[in-house]
């Protein structure tokens, strides 16, 4: 890789999304409610970084309900996992020249 900084994806200039895309890279899926806890945000904040990952086709949503209540579980896509592999790999590059 010539030059990593080339091949860092603006998307995950967030640490939110960094940290969205991160615990779901370990998760088979999480909850909404699971993803606030862990990245301890509002709503409205998380909601926004969910949807820019989604509009990427970085992740997946699904809506479905348990018992009466709605709930909507996250996963990541092939594409999401491997533009976030290609990311990190990037960033890995960057440190090892500073070294």
């Known amino acids: 890789m010539k030059d990593p900084i080339q091949h860092l ?3 995950f200039d967030s640490r939110i999304r960094i940290g969205i895309m991160s615990a779901l890279a ?8 699971d993803l606030k806890g862990i990245m301890d945000v509002t709503d409205g904040n998380l909601a926004t970084h969910l949807k820019t990952l ?3 086709e970085y992740i997946k949503v699904q809506k479905g309900f348990v ?3 709605t709930n909507t579980t996250y996963s990541i896509t092939k594409a999401g996992h491997k533009a976030f592999t ?10 090892k020249k500073m070294k």
């Open 86 to 95: 290609d990311h990190l790999n990037a960033l890995e590059e960057i440190i």
């Open 9 to 11: 994806n603006k998307i």
């Open 54 to 56: 989604e509009e990427h």
């Open 26 to 33: 370990v998760n088979e899926k999480l909850n909404f409610n």
């Open 67 to 69: 018992g009466r209540k």
